[in-house]
């Protein structure tokens, strides 16, 4: 099976695609995940409130600071927030172009050697996807502390729980479920796009 440049990126944009909307969606789950905690004089659903703020405000490409009404929150929070705000709206457009770039394809007609590779591909990135989340899963929280290291110049991630008791309800089985979550969404969708094309492929509707 000769694999072509062209596939490399048509598979890649199918797994950005996947990817981008899963924690888009993840995202929004995690406001059902987050752990109970005690803060003095705040009700559970006081703090809820300051939570669905922060989740409205790192998806906004509008908002222009962020808030809370109930809970404490340092400048380092603040800032730390800011930062996973850039990358989750840089997600959002990642996640704007690449579904429009898989839209425009599957309403392409491809040739027969192209469906099975690409449907080969999506196989590979499975296997792939599969040891990278085996490998994360073994000591979570050592890759948890990487990953934070690499995307982060600095150290503001590491939040006081007396200054910022937000970070109570996000222990690291919190992340673990969130990166779950995001898995399997990504896996689904990529199956679906697998399954699109498979059966594309056997209905015989294709260019030789």
């Not at 797994?15 to 004089?41: D, H, Q, Y």
């Not at 172009?97 to 425009?104: A, C, E, M």
């Not at 979570?140 to 309800?169: A, C, E, V």
Request: glycine letters at 6%.
């Amino acid at each position: 099976m000769k694999i072509g440049l062209k596939s490399i990126l048509e598979v890649l944009v199918y797994f950005f695609a996947a990817a981008s909307i899963a924690v888009i969606i993840t995202t929004n789950i995690s406001i059902n995940l987050l752990c109970p905690f005690a803060v003095n004089g705040l009700n559970w659903g006081e703090i809820m409130s300051d939570y669905r703020r922060l989740i409205i405000y790192l998806q906004s490409p509008i908002a222009n600071q962020l808030t809370f009404h109930y809970l404490p929150i340092s400048n380092n929070a603040i800032e730390h927030f800011s930062m996973v705000r850039y990358f989750l709206i840089v997600n959002e457009g990642v996640c704007f172009v690449s579904w429009g770039l898989v839209i425009s394809k599957i309403k392409q007609e491809k040739k027969r050697s192209q469906l099975i590779t690409l449907v080969s591909l999506i196989d590979y990135l499975y296997l792939g996807l599969l040891i990278f989340s085996g490998l994360a899963a073994i000591d979570f929280g050592r890759t948890f502390i990487s990953f934070h290291y690499l995307l982060f110049s600095d150290n503001k991630w590491i939040f006081n729980p007396q200054t910022d008791p937000i970070i109570m309800g996000m222990p690291p089985i919190f992340f673990l479920k969130l990166f779950g979550i995001w898995l399997v969404v990504t896996v689904a969708i990529l199956s679906w796009l697998r399954f699109y094309n498979r059966q594309k492929l056997f209905s015989g509707k294709f260019r030789f």
